[in-house]
């Protein structure tokens, strides 16, 4: 994710070709409770989520956080208002919650 917005945010002041976020019918966002909440990444990240929700576009979010919760991480600090319109959008289809033991670390205590 962090690399997305490193791409928009250079296109802008480049010139160089956006990345295409609308074209695709399924769009999957990993990781956005990592984001810095910045005022751009919460309304480029807002934007995007309600044009593809105006367009019936499916888009999967990943988090270690619910809805309501990656909504506020995702907002700058003194406008936490702005988050429930944005758990509304992120919580609006079908939302899966997934426990269990990160696979990506083995028993033995060995990581990646």
């Known amino acids: 994710m962090a690399a997305l917005f490193a791409a928009l945010r ?10 295409e976020l609308m074209h695709w019918d399924v769009l999957v966002l990993d990781d956005i409770d990592k ?34 919760r990656a909504a506020r991480v995702l907002t700058p600090e003194g406008n ?18 997934i426990d269990g033991q990160d696979q990506r670390f083995k028993s033995d205590g060995a990581g990646l």
Not at 10 to 19: E, H, I, L, Q, W
């Open 10 to 19: 250079d296109s802008f002041a480049s010139g160089a070709a956006r990345p």
């Open 35 to 68: 984001l810095k909440p910045t005022a751009y990444v919460y309304e480029t990240f807002y934007a995007l989520v309600e044009e593809r929700w105006s367009r019936r576009k499916i888009t999967i979010f990943t988090a270690q956080l619910d809805a309501d």
């Open 80 to 97: 936490q208002l702005a988050a429930d319109p944005l758990a509304s959008r992120m919580a609006s289809g079908l939302v899966a919650k």
